[in-house]
């Protein structure tokens, strides 16, 4: 039996109502990222707030994407800024630890600079009631998840150099991550200069080595 022809324009179509999801999802992050930033507080984000300010008429486009309502869609933009964050915080292939903190750190400041309003909704997720409470507890996990990422390149770097990694180093990486979180928050809800950002970053990357038991070794000035 022979099979029926293929539809030449289906897959085409599929991949354009496919690009038009995608648009329409990136509408919906983008307005909520932008509501945050005009100061509007979790418990006041609404599902038509959010479509309004994405342009878009139908509330039902945005269940269609978020079903679970404002909480779906915070969820949705906390996990992927988290995501990118993460991208550019990975050690490199053999990069002594502590030149990745230094190099981290540099980078986690400059997520938060583009995305603060991202980042301060996340100590008040509870505020969006049980679901955000849930939601709070997910973004820890997150947040805790990276202590495995440092204390893996951390005990590398203790093998190359004949030293030994603290025997409680998950727990100290553990508190230097939530502390540097409350540091980067205070910073950035407030009016700060370049001068500020750098000697956080200085601090934040000695604590962190600190936490990982390494001696700080600083780069040497240009002559």
Not at 62 to 69: D, E
Not at 97 to 120: I, S
Not at 140 to 164: K, P
Request: aromatic share 6%.
């Amino acid at each position: 039996m022979s099979c029926p022809a293929a539809d030449p324009d289906a897959a085409p179509n599929t991949r354009q109502y496919r690009r038009k999801l995608e648009r329409t999802r990136a509408k919906l992050l983008a307005a909520a990222e932008g509501l945050l930033d005009e100061d509007l507080s979790l418990s006041q984000m609404t599902v038509t707030a959010v479509t309004d300010r994405a342009g878009l008429k139908s509330r039902k486009t945005f269940y269609r994407h978020f079903p679970a309502g404002v909480t779906d869609l915070i969820r949705t933009l906390v996990e992927q800024r988290s995501d990118e964050m993460r991208a550019v915080t990975l050690p490199a292939s053999g990069e002594a630890t502590d030149a990745y903190l230094r190099r981290g750190v540099r980078a986690l400041l400059d997520k938060w600079r583009r995305h603060t309003a991202v980042w301060l909704a996340t100590l008040h997720l509870d505020r969006i009631g049980p679901e955000g409470a849930a939601l709070q507890r997910e973004w820890i996990g997150i947040l805790q998840s990276w202590t495995r990422t440092i204390a893996d390149s951390a005990r590398a770097t203790h093998a190359e150099r004949g030293t030994s990694a603290p025997h409680n180093l998950e727990e100290r990486i553990s508190v230097w991550l939530t502390g540097a979180f409350y540091v980067l928050a205070q910073l950035f809800s407030a009016e700060h200069t370049a001068a500020d950002e750098e000697a956080t970053a200085i601090a934040l990357a000695d604590n962190a080595a600190a936490a990982c038991g390494l001696e700080i070794r600083r780069a040497a000035p240009d002559d």
